[in-house]
């Protein structure tokens, strides 16, 4: 008997055999509903094939039952792959695609995918592992598998219907150009990748929490779902004001939309229209109508993650059944490398805990989507087939960083056109998405709300000051002019660029005590974020109130000043900013005044920096604009210019390669034409150099209130596998990510505690500040860093 696992509570043994009919099994259910049964179900049951040693045995009864981990490592992902070279690898392009795809996913299933092509033109990843003519107990893991009967019959006939998966892709792609076609084959080689991994983690997980595994339906959730909201919906359409009659008009040409078939559609509903309801409308109508299996927001900041999955609880009436994913707390990637969770201490919960994505409702972040597709780590992977055969609502599609467009842009209509997933990409000031090398497919009837310019002016409820002083105003200058604002209205919002200068302005207000002040930015975590909005929202309409903030608070969070102070960034901030004043039709007119920081540090935000220029050049001075600056021709022509400055002045090739990402995904790079694969993909490379946001970041646990105490304090812990995942989940609202300067700053200061073996960090109670959130010195203040 061949041993896979055995399970720690009551040694209980996992066979090599079982496991990989589960595993096959799970990867199966997976690949389905994107035509990719067969390649998902080969790759599950030859991925461990490996274990089929007596040495391995041996290997796994030390480890678990006498607490004797072996030095030496055992590679078991290699053998597969090369048990597929060797035998079905020939003359027939077809097959010979087939065996590269499941191949790479076998081999790269504890170390992220491998190469195809390598950047130095040496042999790749792929060609070493599947030649290796001394690979360790190759000879006997073949002689092993082979004897049980049924195996070898298995492996062929799933080859064979993989070949017709493979015919039916390719008719699928085959109106794109060659270079689309290239991107979307390593796409699908990713997906199968994804599928693998997710389907070996559950089974493991299952198996050692002694539950079958199973693959979940989420129609009841839908259809229940769908039922509440249309009763709140019918509520509303009785409101005589302006503003909830035109947001019931949004609500219901989301409705009727939502029969159509799966694509990608345009929702530009200016802010304050309702576009979360109105989405949500059309994602529960649309997953019930064409059987979608989950509903995914995808939005640009932390807070609109929170204040939306609260929202959309609230009104489906089901809050188990909507995840919020805020971060990556645990830092895992260093463990992939490592065949079978013994290793490292705690590596197995950390591998193993639900953190799959497998829910109903799913409210993730920009930079957590696009990690999935792209950013390294076995862990982020195993999310990316829960985004197909789903609804994506992709909120703020603007906020998606200028140089990662065309890996955002492909990855869109991979999922739509083989992920079968259907898109709604939601905004106040829509992007021309199309009008790039690497476009967003969209129809000419793409866009839900039926006459634009109508519906922009029917729903504009401030008007727009331009205070912009070429030399700029200082804090003291701001403070003076908030003093002016003051006066004429009983609660203002300020919107600061950079998270010091926010801290600094809210300093000099509390001293000039003209009202209750209050502070937000990303250095409080989700918890302290909300409760903070919820005071905030508790007196607005009762006292004198100042909020200063960072960007985070304009994009699509419910609250409503009556004047707003906004300094200089795109016309697309201004429009979410606008979108906080005067929201729901409270006055006759609320006041949003742009103005200049002159003491804001912008140079490591670019975009910010380019969208404030194009906004002073093309549009502030613009007397086209001067009675609209949120008008689709004034927003048409802000997009086009910043297109053209950013293109000029941001840099898309990352150090230390010399092409874009991009073309290491669809076959133009010069070492494409030197493979001996049908498959040209540079995946490795790709994820070693790929960073969603300029300066990547590391979350961390923050000790805010009780919970977030008792959060660390479980950490301290062995926990098994159930009990972790519950308290990750948990985890997501006390994080905040950090910068790794900022990292190092609190570990040179004693304020960062490491937790699980150094896989998980928290930070002391000194360095969180109940007005601030993290404060670096342990001191109550803050260094000087940006948004």
């Known amino acids: 008997m061949f041993i896979a696992h055995i399970r720690k509570s009551d040694h209980e043994i996992q066979t090599v055999q079982d496991h990989l009919k589960g595993v096959a099994w799970l990867a199966r259910r997976y690949g389905e509903p994107v035509a990719l049964a067969a390649h998902t179900e080969l790759s599950g049951f030859l991925h461990d094939m490996g274990k089929y040693t007596e040495a391995f045995t041996t290997y796994i009864r030390n480890a678990v039952l006498y607490d004797d981990v072996a030095s030496t490592k055992l590679d078991h992902s290699t053998a597969g792959a090369k048990y597929l070279y060797e035998n079905y690898y020939g003359r027939d392009p077809l097959q010979n695609l087939v065996v590269e795809t499941v191949g790479m996913a076998i081999l790269s299933h504890h170390s992220g995918l491998q190469n195809f092509i390598q950047t130095d033109t040496s042999q790749s990843d792929y060609i070493r592992r599947v030649t290796n003519a001394d690979l360790p107990y190759f000879q006997e893991v073949v002689s092993n598998f082979e004897a049980i009967p049924g195996n070898v019959d298995r492996v062929t006939q799933l080859i064979e219907a993989a070949k017709k998966e493979v015919q039916e892709f390719m008719e699928r792609i085959k109106h794109l150009n060659g270079n689309e076609r290239t991107i979307h084959l390593n796409y699908m080689q990713k997906l199968v990748f994804s599928c693998l991994i997710d389907a070996d983690r559950t089974d493991t997980r299952c198996f050692e929490e002694a539950m079958e595994a199973t693959v979940f339906d989420h129609s009841d959730v839908f259809e229940e779902g769908y039922s509440n909201l249309m ?24 409705g009727r939309r939502a029969d159509e078939p799966s694509t990608i559609m345009t929702l530009s509903i200016p802010t304050g229209g309702g576009k979360t309801f109105a989405s949500l409308r059309y994602a529960l109508k649309h997953a019930i109508r064409h059987k979608k299996e989950r509903i995914i927001y995808v939005v640009p900041y932390t807070t609109i993650l929170e204040q939306n999955a609260a929202a959309v609880r609230n009104i489906i009436k089901q809050p188990e059944a909507v995840l919020e994913h805020h971060a990556n707390v645990i830092d895992e990637s260093d463990l992939d490398n490592e065949p079978d969770y013994y290793q490292e201490a705690f590596h197995k919960q950390l591998q193993l805990g639900r953190d799959n994505w497998d829910y109903p409702i799913i409210f993730t972040t920009m930079v957590q989507f696009l990690d999935a597709f792209f950013q390294k780590g076995t862990r982020k992977s195993r999310r990316l087939h ?37 898109i709604l990409l939601c905004t106040a000031t829509q992007p021309e998405v199309a009008e790039m090398k690497y476009k967003i497919h969209l129809e000419e009837t793409a866009e839900i709300v039926p006459d634009l310019v109508r519906t922009v002016d029917a729903f504009k409820r401030v008007s727009i000051i331009n205070k912009v002083d070429k030399g700029g105003w200082n804090l003291e200058k701001i403070a003076s002019f908030t003093e002016e604002v003051m006066a004429e209205h009983q609660s203002l919002l300020i919107i600061l660029n950079t998270k010091s200068e926010v801290r600094k302005l809210y300093q000099l207000l509390e001293e000039l005590n003209i009202a209750d002040v209050y502070h937000l930015s990303t250095s409080m975590c989700p918890a302290h974020r909300t409760e903070k909005l919820d005071k905030i929202r508790d007196k607005l309409g009762k006292e004198r109130i100042i909020c200063v903030s960072t960007q985070l608070i304009e994009a699509g969070v419910d609250i409503s000043f009556e004047s707003v102070i906004r300094s200089q960034a795109g016309l697309d901030s201004i429009a979410q900013a606008a979108g906080r004043c005067n929201r729901n039709g409270e006055r006759e007119e609320g006041k949003v005044y742009i103005i200049r920081s002159a003491e804001e540090n912008l140079s490591r935000l670019p975009e910010i920096r380019i969208g404030g220029e194009v906004l002073a050049n093309y549009i502030l001075n613009n007397e086209e604009f001067d009675d609209n600056y949120l008008s689709p021709r004034a927003i048409q022509t802000y997009f086009r210019h910043f297109d053209a400055q950013a293109g000029r002045e941001i840099k898309v090739v990352p150090q230390p390669l010399d092409y874009p990402l991009i073309e290491h995904l669809d076959g133009s790079h010069p070492n494409a034409r030197r493979t001996n694969t049908i498959s040209r993909g540079m995946f490795k490379t790709v994820e070693k150099y790929f960073e969603a946001i300029e300066s ?38 006390y994080s905040v990510n950090l910068f790794d300067y900022e990292i190092q700053k609190l570990s040179q200061n004693n304020l960062l505690a490491p937790l699980y073996d150094n896989s998980i960090y928290c930070l002391t109670e000194r360095a969180y500040d109940e007005d601030f959130g993290v404060t670096i010195d342990g001191e109550g203040s803050m260094m000087d860093y940006n948004f």
């Open 231 to 254: 009763n709140q919906v019918n509520e509303w359409s009785t409101a005589v004001h302006p503003i909830n009659k035109l947001r019931n008009e949004m609500s219901e040409s989301c």
């Open 386 to 422: 829960h985004l197909t055969n789903s609804v994506i609502i992709v909120d703020e599609v603007q906020s998606v960083p200028y140089k990662h467009f065309h890996l955002f842009n492909t990855a869109m209509n991979f999922l739509q056109m083989v992920g079968n997933s259907s």
């Open 696 to 733: 990547p970041t590391t979350s961390v646990i923050v000790p805010h209130d009780e919970e977030g105490k008792d959060i660390i304090a479980s950490l301290n812990q062995d926990l098994d596998i159930k009990e972790f995942s519950n308290i990750m989940k948990q985890a997501q609202q």
